[in-house]
Every structure is written in structure tokens, then in C-alpha cells.
């Protein structure tokens, strides 16, 4: 009774998350509600995958992040403002404490709109940093549109990112078969710094540069920054899992760039944007409908024979022999799969106590429903309290940080090997069994022997 009940709560809760794993509460906040109709395809992808979208302005008096404690949104996606502030309701601290409770934010700017001092004094706190002034505009006069930036050469022609490591090419890489280019048109770039969270997803050309537009004239003397350094969209994945994305073109979302057609310099013809699937997985990253990674269950047992193989035992001996196992699922889209750790890549298990006894890469074991990572090992020769501990954290996956802890006793008076079977101490034992043997046969002869009958004097 207790597994079918377990089974139908498993599958309300996957009925209940089919569309985002962490939940379908999205908040967009636009300046006016005539600004939807120029993401109505973006906004539209999103209702068809589930999401219950909320429309607010950031000045709206019923604007609300949070509810007696609990997150009132379970998603944030932010476009431009004109506003110099996001009001009182959307405070870098009020969004902190959103990206804190597991909330997460997509973030969009326009080159055309100065970013609100919130949304600047936000990203500092992220360590990622925007032009002066909160303004700038990337432009790159060899990878442009020549038929809409001919001569601003504003709208930057890139191609796909491709898988950003080993293992992850369904992410951020949409599928380019006629050459198809990604349009980012009047975009502002960003900076990140070395903070270890900070992962990069689409990177300016070697050839663009970032410019203040106000400046009038013809020779850049100041650049904000150039080539690589600069970073057109940029993620940060919390310690928490929680998930924020900066989108330096807002304009990249319209549906003016979804269907365009482009034309790079020097080609004879135009091709249509990768826009629309590249803004499909970006949102369904930051919304947790990719790279989200589940525990299924954990367990380690010993692996001796003639010895009780109960599950997750409290207690262990020194030098047991015993198997941990760990069985982990990705969520992709809209169900849990299995998942597979990258070729290039390992996932380990520490054995610890203050620091790693062993450190051991789990060998996996992919079937069509489930996998499975375990590993066989000895315990060492010590005692005391002991972490079996997976901690698997990398760029575009949630974290996993699993750890369970027992107890290694010594050797129990019973348990020490008999002597008989030390072939060293044979020696030994014969010594001490020659020397009982003498003693024995010492007093036999002491005790059996008679004492000589003294003669009678004459």
C-alpha cells in the first residue's frame, strides 16, 4: 500500500512539473503591456510549454515577489525599462533574496535604454559589470547585417555557440544546417569577472568593441571593452541551483528577429536567424527545463560474502569490503531522464572524515530508465565517524551534493584471526608447545620417580 501511494504522489508531482522542474509561476515585467505585442512568438513559445505568464509594470503597487514569507513568482523575466529604478518592490536585495529562495531571473537590456541603477547595482553584486553610464552599444564593422545595419553595423551576425564543453551539445547549440546565423541586433556587452559561478554562453567576435553611442565622435579613444572580453549573453548559477541569465539584446527575443532574414558581408544570400531556438533553450535553461539533475537514491552496503547485506547500514567494521551506488536522472524539457556524465568528465565519490580517505570515480551503469554510478572499495584501517560524499558541480548542471555519514569500529575481540592461521607465529606456538611438552614431562618424571631407600646402619 505504502509503494502505490508513493507511486501516485510521484506521478502528481511530475503531472504538476511537467513544463519546469522548479515550477510554472512566470513574472514579466515590461514597461507598458503594449510592449507584448512585440514578443508575442517568445512569450507565445513559453505559454505553449506550460508556463502561467503574470504581466506587472515595475511601479505596479500589487508587484509582490514574495507572499507571507514564500515566493509569490517561481520565474522572473525582466525587459527594458525606461525607468531610472525598478521601484520599490524590485530592490537589488528584494531580487537577492529571490535568486536566494531557489527563484530565477531572465534578464534582458537595449542599448537604446539606459539599465535602472537596481538592475546595475544588482549585476556589481553578481560580479558582472556593464558599460558607464549604464549604456553602451556593441558593434562590429566584418560580422553585421549588411541589409538592416549597413552602415551603424549595429547588428551583429554570429553563429551558433556550439556545445559550450564536451558533453552538452544539446545546449545553447540550436541545429544550423543552411548556414543560419544568430541576430543581435543594437545589444549591450558585459563583463564578468572571475567569480566561479559565472559561465559565459555566447561571446562577442575578435573583431567587435563596445562604444558609447552618445559619443559623437568618429575615432573610439575609450573602450569599455573588446573581442572576447566581451560577453553577449551571460549566466550565473547560484550555490543553491538558482538560475540568472543576462541577455545583452532585448531585441534578440522580438519577433522582428525570429523570422528575419540576414545577409553577413561578402555572402550572396540571406539566411534565416537561429533566434527563435536559441531563445528556447537560453529561457528554458534559466527556467530549470534543462540541466536539472535529480538523486534518485543512494545506497551502500557490504560487499563480503557470508555477511548480512542490509541496505545503508549505521555502523561499519576497519577494512570492510563494501559498494557505494548512486542513481541520477536529468530533467529534459518535460520528463526525467537518465544521465550521463560526459566522456571528458568523472563522477567521484570521497570517502572522509576531515579530508578524503578516498577519493574513487564511480563507474556508470546507463540503462533506458535509469542510471546508475557505484563503486566497490576497502575501508581503511581507522576508526571514527566517515562521509560517504558525492559532490558533483559543474557549469549549465545543477549541483549535486549528497553525503551520508556512518561509523567505522575497530576490530571487535572476536573478530582478530586465530593464530593457527598466521603462518607467521607458527614459530612461536612450537616454541611455547616444546616448552609445556619439557614442562610436562618434567614433573611426570619428578612426581613418578622414587627416592632411594636409605640403608640400615649394620
Same mark, same amino acid.
Given at each position: 500500500?505504502?509503494?502505490?501511494?508513493?507511486?501516485?504522489?510521484?506521478?502528481?508531482?511530475?503531472?504538476?512539473?511537467?513544463?519546469?522542474?522548479?515550477?510554472?509561476?512566470?513574472?514579466?515585467?515590461?514597461?507598458?503591456?503594449?510592449?507584448?505585442? =512585440?514578443?508575442?512568438?517568445?512569450?507565445?513559445? +513559453?505559454?505553449?510549454?506550460? /508556463?502561467?505568464?503574470?504581466?506587472?509594470?515595475?511601479?505596479?503597487?500589487?508587484?509582490?515577489? %514574495?507572499?507571507?514569507?514564500?515566493?509569490?513568482?517561481?520565474?522572473?523575466?525582466? *525587459?527594458?525599462?525606461?525607468?531610472?529604478?525598478?521601484?520599490?518592490?524590485?530592490?537589488?536585495?528584494?531580487?537577492?533574496?529571490?535568486?536566494?529562495?531557489? =527563484?530565477?531571473?531572465?534578464?534582458?537590456?537595449?542599448?537604446?535604454?539606459?539599465?535602472?541603477?537596481?538592475?546595475?547595482?544588482?549585476?556589481?553584486?553578481?560580479?558582472?559589470?556593464?558599460?558607464?553610464?549604464?549604456?553602451?552599444?556593441?558593434?562590429?564593422?566584418?560580422?553585421?547585417?549588411?541589409?538592416?545595419?549597413?552602415?551603424?553595423?549595429?547588428?551583429? +551576425?554570429?553563429?551558433?555557440? =556550439?556545445?559550450?564543453?564536451?558533453?552538452?551539445?544539446?545546449?545553447?547549440?540550436?541545429?544550423?544546417?543552411?548556414?543560419?546565423?544568430?541576430?543581435?541586433?543594437?545589444?549591450?556587452?558585459?563583463? *564578468?569577472?572571475? =567569480?566561479?559561478?559565472?559561465?559565459?554562453? *555566447?561571446?562577442?567576435?575578435?573583431?567587435?568593441?563596445?562604444?558609447?553611442?552618445?559619443?559623437?565622435?568618429?575615432?573610439?579613444?575609450?573602450? %569599455?571593452?573588446?573581442?572576447?572580453?566581451?560577453?553577449?549573453?551571460?549566466?550565473?548559477?547560484?550555490?543553491?541551483?538558482?538560475?540568472?541569465?543576462?541577455?545583452?539584446?532585448?531585441?534578440?527575443?522580438?519577433?522582428?528577429?525570429?523570422?528575419?532574414?540576414?545577409?553577413?558581408?561578402?555572402?550572396?544570400?540571406?539566411?534565416?536567424?537561429?533566434?527563435?531556438?536559441?531563445?528556447?533553450?537560453?529561457?528554458?535553461?534559466?527556467?530549470?527545463?534543462?540541466?536539472?539533475?535529480?538523486?534518485?537514491?543512494?545506497?551502500?552496503?557490504?560487499?563480503?560474502?557470508?555477511?548480512?547485506?542490509?541496505?545503508?547500514?549505521?555502523?561499519?567494521?576497519?577494512?570492510?569490503?563494501?559498494?557505494?551506488?548512486?542513481?541520477?536522472?536529468?530533467?529534459?524539457?518535460?520528463?526525467?531522464?537518465?544521465?550521463?556524465?560526459?566522456?571528458?568528465?568523472?563522477?567521484?565519490?570521497?570517502?572522509?572524515?576531515?579530508?578524503?580517505?578516498?577519493?574513487?570515480?564511480?563507474?556508470?551503469?546507463?540503462?533506458?530508465?535509469?542510471?546508475?554510478?557505484?563503486?566497490?572499495?576497502?575501508?581503511?584501517?581507522?576508526?571514527?565517524?566517515?562521509?560517504?560524499?558525492?559532490?558533483?558541480?559543474?557549469?549549465? /548542471?545543477?549541483?549535486?551534493?549528497?553525503?551520508?555519514?556512518?561509523?567505522?569500529?575497530? %576490530?571487535?575481540?572476536?573478530?582478530?584471526?586465530?593464530?593457527?592461521?598466521?603462518?607467521?607465529?607458527?614459530?612461536?606456538?612450537?616454541?611455547?608447545?616444546?616448552?609445556?611438552?619439557?614442562?610436562?614431562?618434567?614433573?611426570?618424571?619428578? +612426581?613418578?620417580?622414587?627416592?632411594?631407600?636409605?640403608?640400615?646402619?649394620?
Amino acid at each position: 500500500m505504502r509503494s502505490l501511494l508513493s507511486v501516485l504522489v510521484f506521478l502528481f508531482i511530475a503531472v504538476v512539473q511537467a513544463v519546469s522542474s522548479s515550477g510554472d509561476r512566470l513574472l514579466v515585467i515590461l514597461e507598458d503591456d503594449a510592449e507584448k505585442a =512585440g514578443y508575442s512568438k517568445f512569450l507565445g513559445d +513559453l505559454e505553449s510549454r506550460g /508556463f502561467e505568464i503574470t504581466y506587472e509594470t515595475p511601479k505596479s503597487e500589487s508587484l509582490s515577489l %514574495f507572499h507571507l514569507g514564500e515566493r509569490s513568482y517561481d520565474h522572473v523575466l525582466l *525587459l527594458p525599462t525606461k525607468s531610472k529604478g525598478l521601484g520599490p518592490n524590485l530592490t537589488p536585495n528584494i531580487l537577492l533574496d529571490f535568486i536566494n529562495a531557489n =527563484g530565477n531571473i531572465l534578464l534582458t537590456l537595449s542599448s537604446s535604454t539606459p539599465a535602472p541603477t537596481s538592475i546595475v547595482s544588482l549585476l556589481l553584486e553578481l560580479d558582472i559589470h556593464l558599460p558607464p553610464d549604464r549604456q553602451g552599444l556593441v558593434v562590429d564593422h566584418f560580422n553585421y547585417d549588411t541589409s538592416s545595419a549597413s552602415e551603424t553595423h549595429d547588428v551583429l +551576425l554570429l553563429p551558433s555557440p =556550439g556545445p559550450l564543453r564536451p558533453g552538452l551539445k544539446d545546449f545553447f547549440s540550436p541545429v544550423s544546417e543552411d548556414g543560419n546565423l544568430l541576430a543581435f541586433p543594437h545589444g549591450m556587452g558585459q563583463t *564578468l569577472g572571475q =567569480g566561479a559561478l559565472l559561465s559565459p554562453i *555566447l561571446r562577442a567576435p575578435a573583431t567587435a568593441y563596445s562604444y558609447n553611442p552618445k559619443e559623437q565622435s568618429e575615432v573610439v579613444d575609450d573602450l %569599455f571593452a573588446a573581442g572576447q572580453q566581451l560577453s553577449l549573453v551571460s549566466t550565473m548559477q547560484a550555490r543553491n541551483s538558482a538560475r540568472f541569465t543576462v541577455v545583452g539584446s532585448a531585441e534578440m527575443l522580438s519577433d522582428q528577429w525570429f523570422d528575419a532574414k540576414v545577409k553577413k558581408l561578402g555572402e550572396k544570400s540571406a539566411v534565416k536567424t537561429l533566434n527563435r531556438a536559441f531563445a528556447k533553450q537560453v529561457s528554458g535553461w534559466t527556467f530549470k527545463e534543462i540541466g536539472v539533475l535529480r538523486v534518485n537514491w543512494v545506497e551502500h552496503h557490504l560487499n563480503e560474502e557470508g555477511m548480512s547485506n542490509a541496505s545503508n547500514p549505521k555502523i561499519y567494521r576497519i577494512k570492510n569490503d563494501v559498494k557505494y551506488s548512486i542513481s541520477l536522472s536529468e530533467y529534459s524539457w518535460d520528463k526525467y531522464i537518465p544521465f550521463e556524465v560526459p566522456e571528458s568528465d568523472a563522477l567521484q565519490l570521497e570517502f572522509s572524515m576531515l579530508s578524503p580517505f578516498h577519493r574513487l570515480q564511480l563507474t556508470p551503469q546507463i540503462s533506458s530508465s535509469d542510471s546508475t554510478y557505484s563503486v566497490a572499495f576497502t575501508l581503511p584501517d581507522q576508526h571514527g565517524i566517515f562521509n560517504f560524499k558525492v559532490n558533483y558541480k559543474r557549469p549549465f /548542471f545543477s549541483n549535486i551534493e549528497e553525503k551520508h555519514t556512518v561509523s567505522v569500529r575497530h %576490530f571487535a575481540h572476536d573478530e582478530w584471526p586465530r593464530s593457527f592461521v598466521i603462518s607467521g607465529a607458527w614459530p612461536w606456538m612450537a616454541g611455547i608447545g616444546a616448552t609445556v611438552t619439557g614442562w610436562l614431562a618434567f614433573c611426570a618424571i619428578w +612426581l613418578y620417580s622414587a627416592p632411594s631407600a636409605a640403608k640400615k646402619n649394620q
